[in-house]
Structure formats: C-alpha cells, structure tokens
C-alpha cells in the first residue's frame, strides 16, 4: 500500500523568508511523487512532481522540491515566501511497483502555509 | 493549457433529492476521478474510471454512483441526497501513459445537501 504524510497542519513564515512544507511517504517500489496548491474555493493545481532523475525538481512558482530516497521525504521549498503564496499544500505519491490502474494518487492531508507580512 | 470544468460550482438540494455533478476534460485523458475534501479529512476518493464505461469504487463509494459514457464525460451521482454528503466535491483527470502520471483538477462544486 502506498500512503504519504504531511505532518504539519499549518506553517507559518514571514514573507521574504525561505518555507518549507514537509512530505513523508511510504511506497513499494519507487515513488512517483507530487506536489498540488489549492487557493480558496478553488481545484488543486498541479506544482511539480518528482519521477525519475535529479533530486531537486523545479516547479511553478518558483517551488522547488527534495527528494530524499534515505530519508522517504520530498518537502516543498521556496528561497523566499510571498504572501501571495498563502494557501493549502498537498504532497501526493503514486507506487512505481504497484498495479494501479488509473494510476491512482494517494494523497496528504494537506498543510496550510501562511505568509505574513 | 489542461481544462477540466465541472458544471456548477455551487449547488444547493434538498434531502432525498436526486443530484448530478458533471465533470468534463478536453485533453483526452484515459483516467477521470472524483474526490469530496473535507476539513480535516483530506482528499477521499469516491470512484475513478479508467476507459469509457469502466468504473472502479474509491475509499468511500457508497451513496455515490457514477456514469462515463463518452471519454471527456465523467459525472457522479449521489441517489438520495443526505446531509453527510454536503461537502467539496472535485473532478480531476490523468493520462495513462508513462510519466504522466499528474493529475488535472476542476475548479470544485461545494454541494450543500439541507
């Protein structure tokens, strides 16, 4: 079974400073994984996502994201917050090993990061 | 640019009522799905299609049911509306082929079941 975590419920960062918003996950194989952002009363937009390769994916926004095979992890970055930024974050993780048709997601919980002024 | 619409994006019924939610994709995906977000709970996923008139149940399809009859068209259907199925529900669609594993979302229908 393929699960992910986010382990924080809100972040808080002050606009100009780097954030952070952390992903654990657990696969079979090797994961696929994504990150998604939602604004209020709105869809999930996709952001970036990490299948093969370099370990730091660039995304929308300029986001960035880790993956780190020893550590199970891929945290979403930013050098340096917005306000505009404020929002729900969602990491997402699909198992390379398992049989999924539709290539289902499972995703996080979801953190919340607000950026103050 | 991926589009997924979803034909109301707010929606009031009433208890018992028959309700549809529509979702269609121009990008010709082969997956389309449908999620309900609530506070605290995440994304749960309701079913999820992977071809015209296949359909597989999520985590939590019972009072839901769904219809894909054309590839962009994918729609649920709650059969007797109840007040626990008030929530956010989201649309979203994927390609199959390798790599492409991402998927687009609609803008969301918040459905207010009274």
């Known amino acids: 079974a393929q699960s992910v975590a986010q382990p924080e419920d809100q972040v808080n960062v002050a606009e100009g400073n780097p954030l952070t918003v952390k992903c654990t996950y657990s696969v079979s194989g090797n994961p696929y994984l994504f990150w998604y952002v939602q604004y209020p009363n709105r869809g999930l937009q996709f952001l970036l996502k990490y299948i093969t390769g370099d370990n730091l994916v660039k995304g929308s926004y300029g986001f960035e994201a880790e993956f780190n095979k020893s550590q199970t992890s891929f945290h979403l970055k930013k050098p340096s917050a917005l306000v505009s930024d404020s929002a729900l974050y969602f990491c997402a993780v699909r198992d390379s090993y398992h049989n999924n048709a539709g290539n289902m997601l499972t995703f996080g919980g979801g953190t919340r990061l607000m950026v103050k002024p | 640019d991926v589009k997924v619409t979803q034909s109301s994006r707010y929606l009031v019924k009433r208890t018992g009522e028959k309700v549809f939610l529509e979702c269609v994709q121009d990008?010709?995906?082969?997956?389309m799905f449908w999620y309900r977000q609530d506070p605290g709970l995440g994304l749960r996923l309701i079913y999820f299609s992977y071809d015209v008139k296949m359909k597989e149940k999520g985590d939590i399809p019972e009072g839901y049911s769904v219809s894909r009859e054309k590839k962009e068209r994918f729609s649920l259907i709650l059969e007797s509306a109840s007040t626990n199925q008030t929530s956010m529900y989201l649309c979203?669609?994927?390609?199959?082929?390798?790599?492409?594993?991402?998927?687009?979302f609609g803008p969301g229908t918040r459905l207010t079941v009274t």
């Open positions: 979203a669609s994927s390609f199959t082929k390798r790599g492409s594993y991402e998927q687009y």
């Open positions: 990008m010709d995906h082969e997956n």
